[in-house]
């Protein structure tokens, strides 16, 4: 919010830059590709050439962030003080030098929200005079190794904000300074196109000490924003709840008042905090019992467990109830009961004085704050209060960490109750692994991949990991720990990677997800690590836009010698079989582009090269010749000229002797021996003897 503007009003806002990636207005090439679902095809120009290495992904800066800087930006920290970060690093982008505004400082103090506002102000200084903004879109660190950044792959489109993102990984660079300086060289490059960027940092690893370039680039965040004013900023302008302002004016915050949200906040709360207590002030009714489930949700039910804790401070029967109804929600009473118990290490009673005497089982439920509903225990009535508990568990009883997770694995071994509730159980896993930052709980989630090695079992692991490896602080170390796993000898641990490999993961680090695959796709054996793996490489190749990265990459593989993931990756996108798209734009696309095609005979020639793959090259083969018969699929005299470059390089190689010549007792159909008829054949000499299947 403008802290010139009136305390209930909006400053003016001016327009939103174009969302649409400035690479999409480039220059680019339309292949048509008809009677497919998508049937226009854009091949970006050069990113099927095979020159130059492939771009860092983008994605535009959201519509709901620049809504938040445009009407509820903050500039006053909790004591009056004016923050200055943006003012300096707006400063550095539009002024001289390179276009480079590092913003570091700790977390909390809303480092990020402050490099959008700078970009959002540094592209109305730099607006054109066609009133046209520049657009501003945040880059992915996808990069290959994230220890050794390549700056070479950053974006560099004219008339474009970039918002870079390293907080979380800049502690793990191996040479700092190295990178600092490409990235200034990058800026001096931006400048002259009428671009910039903005690098959020962590509070110590920019090294700003190797040189005063470095140094002077930097805009610090020293001040946090007052939290007040961020919660009201985001109930007036982004909620248009004006009407529950009064619930953070100091004189609501007495009990005599009904109970404000005001001392909710304080000096050190950050900008997160308030944005989140302007949320659940605005999700709730305007009503006194609303204000009571806004302030006990955002206080993730800290009284009620403290509530619940002291009550039991004496009684570990009725906490471990809690923990089991915490993971089992939804089950059957006597189920949650026992697993109770096996958390303490007891069996079931056989005192019947002691059945007799003492609370029921629903009243001890009820005591712990679950409800008995239909025999079935249940905590939906108060949403986040498993997440809490889990949380004022892990942080006040650190002992149990071990136990707690051990006693999950039993419970979620195959067979066992858990197993069922494994999505369940991983997803509040995977929110305590990203609330406390610790990396033990996403290692236990991998063990589990050993209980059960059922298809539908790890993808649930998968789509967990998934999501932990997207996570902003956590994300670098799972992405880390995908890496490791991904050339683990257990299949099962292998496979698992490559089904994170299909997930949102593969869209948002498509680099890393590669990296990985490479790593399945050269395993020895053609297990199912390495099938699942070829999936997600054609999943991937199947998206239009992620397709020029898959086939730069894999294209730049299949050439290496004796590279088995290399030849694997080839041969399996190229595979009309289960889909004919990414063979189908590629011939469309190695009709105009001479680079293609001979990347296509080069990549036979490797693949032909290699024994190990003679089996899945000779079914290739064979699906080319369908596939060059079949009505408008590929271009028929393409697929022949490709193939006899192939032919007379490789005729003695196992799958092209099987094309050419046949093989006994194998009776090969009319697209095989149309096929054998358009290659141009080697000379007698070289023919085979009389009595081969030639022609059967």
């Known amino acids: 919010m403008s802290e010139n503007a009136a305390p209930n009003s909006a400053p003016p806002v001016p327009p939103f830059p174009p969302e649409t ?36 992904p983008v994605t535009p800066i959201s519509k709901a962030e620049l809504d938040v800087v445009r009407t509820a930006w903050v500039s006053i920290g909790s004591q009056g003080e004016p923050i200055t970060t943006v003012a300096s690093a707006t400063a550095l982008l539009t002024g001289e030098g390179p276009a480079l505004a590092v913003i570091a400082g700790p977390s909390g103090y809303g480092k990020r929200t402050a490099g959008v506002k700078a970009l959002w102000d540094a592209a109305q200084a730099q607006q054109g005079a066609e009133g046209r903004l520049p657009a501003l879109l945040e880059i ?171 009550a039991t401070r004496n009684n570990a029967d009725d906490r471990a109830l809690l ?33 007799l005497t003492g609370p029921d089982l629903t009243g001890r439920f009820e005591s712990v704050e679950a409800r008995v509903e ?22 006040q009883r650190p002992d149990i960490h071990n136990p707690l997770l051990e006693w999950l694995s039993g419970l979620t071994a195959r067979q066992q109750v858990g197993a069922r509730r494994l999505g369940a159980i991983s997803d509040l896993l995977v929110e305590l692994a990203m609330a406390q930052n610790d990396i033990r709980v996403i290692d236990k989630i991998r063990n589990w991949i050993d209980h059960d090695d ?14 932990a490896a997207e996570a902003d602080a956590l994300g670098h170390t799972v ?43 050269d395993r020895t054996e053609r297990d199912t690590a390495v099938t699942t793996a070829e999936e997600a490489l054609c999943a991937m190749a199947g ?22 993931a290399g030849h694997r990756a080839f041969l399996s996108l190229l595979d009309p079989r289960t889909d004919p798209f990414v063979l189908r734009v590629m011939l469309a696309a190695a009709e105009k582009q001479t680079e293609v095609k001979e990347a296509l005979v080069r990549g036979w020639s490797a693949v032909l090269s290699d024994e190990r793959v003679d089996s899945e090259a000779g079914d290739l083969l064979i699906a080319w010749a369908h596939a060059r018969v079949a009505d408008d699929l590929v271009s028929a005299d393409l697929v022949t ?44 000499d070289v023919l085979p003897a009389a009595g081969s299947p030639w022609g059967s």
């Open 374 to 395: 239909e025999r079935r225990v249940t905590l939906g009535h108060k949403p986040g209060y498993a997440r809490a508990v889990l949380l004022h568990l892990w942080q």
């Open 323 to 355: 923990i089991a109804s915490v993971f089992l929600s939804g089950e059957d009473a006597l189920t949650v009961q026992s697993a109770a118990r096996t958390l303490l290490g007891e069996v079931s009673e056989q005192n019947v004085r002691t059945i």
């Open 140 to 310: 992915v660190p996808d990069w290959d190794d994230p220890e050794v950044p390549d700056t070479s792959v950053l974006p560099e489109e004219p008339g474009t904000g970039y918002l870079l993102d390293v907080a979380a990984e800049i502690g793990t660079w191996k040479d700092p300074a190295k990178v600092a300086r490409a990235l200034v060289a990058y800026t001096e490059t931006l400048r002259r196109k009428g671009s910039f960027m903005v690098v959020v940092s962590n509070d110590r690893d920019w090294p700003e000490g190797a040189s005063g370039t470095l140094a002077q680039a930097v805009a610090r965040a020293t001040v946090r924003p007052d939290a007040h004013r961020v919660a009201i900023a985001h109930l007036e302008h982004v909620h248009h709840k004006s009407d529950r302002v009064h619930w953070l004016s100091a004189d609501s915050s007495s009990a005599q008042s009904g109970g404000g949200a005001a001392h909710l906040l304080t000096r050190s709360s950050s900008p997160g905090e308030a944005v989140r207590l302007a949320a659940k002030l605005a999700a709730e009714e305007h009503s006194q019992q609303g204000l009571r489930n806004a302030i006990a949700a955002f206080q993730e039910w800290r009284d009620e467990i403290k509530k619940v804790f002291d």
């Open 479 to 521: 992405r880390a720990r995908l890496l490791k796993w991904a050339q683990a000898s257990a299949e099962s641990v292998a496979k698992t990677v490559a089904l994170v490999c299909q997930t949102t993961f593969a869209d948002h680090y498509p680099h890393q997800a590669l990296v990985r695959l490479r790593h399945i796709l």
């Open 21 to 56: 990636p400035p690479e999409a207005a480039s220059e680019a090439m339309s292949v048509n590709v008809e009677g497919n679902d998508r049937s226009t095809i854009i091949v970006a120009a050069g990113s099927v050439t095979m020159t130059g290495k492939e771009l860092l």
């Open 543 to 564: 998206q239009d836009r992620q397709l020029p990265l898959v086939w730069g990459v894999v294209s730049k593989w299949a050439v290496q010698p004796r590279h088995l």
């Open 641 to 684: 000229d490709i193939l006899r470059q192939v032919v007379g390089r490789h005729l003695m190689s196992t799958p092209i002797s099987a094309l050419v010549f046949g093989e006994p007792d194998v009776r090969y159909d009319a697209a095989v021996i149309d096929l054998r008829k358009e290659l141009r054949l080697p000379g007698p």
């Open 454 to 467: 059922t298809s539908e079992h790890l993808e649930l692991i998968a789509r967990v990991l998934a999501t």
